[in-house]
């Protein structure tokens, strides 16, 4: 039986950021609004940076304190949405700004819940025995997507990249990963690519924007992170008191208090860091987990359930003992 677990973790934010007053500027909205409506104080932008400059960071500060060797670095996965072409995928970009050697590397997207997905794959590619060290990004520069006139969304949103490399373990750390998608609702959360064009007319396409039915999202955020915590803990025969903490994806504070107020634990152990950041996609999750394992939350030996979802509708969630 091959185990995997996580060897070392790491993430990068852009220096600028907006604060809520700065937004309250751009467009008809206010901080008291934002704080109390998402839990959101700021978020980090993007403005000379691409999303291989910020998953390049997190990655080296992730293969840092793996200690593993860029020569044992055979998997790379990198989870966006903002990709800076439509190829090659940040996962080439990666590889050659690392200087690894061939490896396989792919990006994948699956919105917000991308790096759950990219964990569960390269957990199980490891498990079989093909690989052996994984290098799981989440880079996002979500603001290039905003439409800064539009204040549903605009306030919500941040750049940031979270890393992290697993591989082969002597116990059951990363024990199980879970995730899903319902493509019914594929229009609550959307950005269009480009138009068809006619090759006779041919019209220029113009870059869309994110578009959200905020009610929507948060009806199906709230019913589907308590239901991925409770099946990670039945698959697992354990209990909701043997968790020390739950990483779930940054989104809105008021989704995380509802979930925490539905499985009945305790809101200090739901680790918070939306209002430095805001919601910043793919990048939320690893960048989350970063965070609680260099400010001590999360210690070698602690139970934790990491979830997340996003547009798609996608989900995912991991049961890890650290
Ligand atoms: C977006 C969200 C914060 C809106 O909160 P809400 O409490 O549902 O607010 P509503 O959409 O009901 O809007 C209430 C009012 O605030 C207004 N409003 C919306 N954004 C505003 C802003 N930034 N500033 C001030 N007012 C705003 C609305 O126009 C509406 O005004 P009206 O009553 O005059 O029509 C919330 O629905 C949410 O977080 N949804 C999930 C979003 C998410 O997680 N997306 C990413 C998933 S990966």
Redesign the pocket.
């Known amino acids: 039986m091959i185990y995997t677990k996580i060897k070392g973790t790491g993430s990068y934010v852009p220096k600028r950021f907006l604060t809520n007053d700065d937004?309250a500027q751009i467009?008809?909205?206010?901080d008291e609004?934002?704080r109390t409506?998402?839990g959101i104080e700021k978020r980090h932008i993007v403005t000379d940076e691409y999303t291989i400059d910020l998953a390049e960071q997190a990655a080296l500060e992730a293969l840092e304190s793996s200690h593993v060797a860029k020569e044992d670095i055979d998997l790379v996965i990198v989870a966006t949405v903002t990709p800076d072409h439509y190829f090659p995928g940040i996962a080439q970009l990666l590889q050659k700004r690392l200087g690894l050697k061939t490896v396989t590397a792919f990006d994948i997207n699956a919105?917000?819940s991308g790096f759950l997905y990219a964990l569960q794959i390269a957990d199980k590619m490891i498990k079989s025995g093909a690989f052996h060290n994984a290098l799981i990004v989440g880079a996002e520069t979500l603001t290039r997507l905003t439409d800064w006139s539009d204040?549903?969304?605009?306030?919500?949103?941040g750049d940031a990249a979270g890393a992290m490399v697993i591989g082969t373990s002597d116990y059951d750390s990363i024990r199980t990963v879970i995730t899903g998608s319902d493509g019914d609702d594929n229009s609550y959360?959307i950005c269009d690519n480009v138009d068809l064009k006619d090759p006779y007319t041919n019209e220029k396409s113009t870059q869309d924007h994110i578009h959200?039915n905020?009610?929507e999202?948060?009806k199906f955020?709230t019913r589907i992170m308590p239901q991925m915590v409770r099946d990670l803990l039945e698959m697992n025969k354990m209990s909701i008191d043997d968790l020390d903490y739950i990483v779930a994806?940054q989104?809105?504070l008021?989704?995380i208090d509802k979930a925490a107020r539905d499985l009945n634990f305790s809101m200090d152990k739901m680790y918070v860091n939306i209002n430095e950041y805001g919601?910043t996609?793919a990048a939320s999750v690893p960048l989350a987990i970063d965070e609680a394992i260099r400010k001590g939350h999360l210690k070698r030996g602690d139970q934790f359930v990491t979830v997340?979802?996003?547009?798609g509708f996608t989900w995912g969630g991991a049961l890890i003992t650290y």
């Open positions: 937004l467009v008809d909205t206010n609004w934002i409506r998402t919105a917000c204040r549903n969304t605009c306030v919500l949103f959360l959200m905020g009610r999202v948060f955020a994806h989104a809105n008021r989704i919601n996609s997340a979802f996003g547009g």
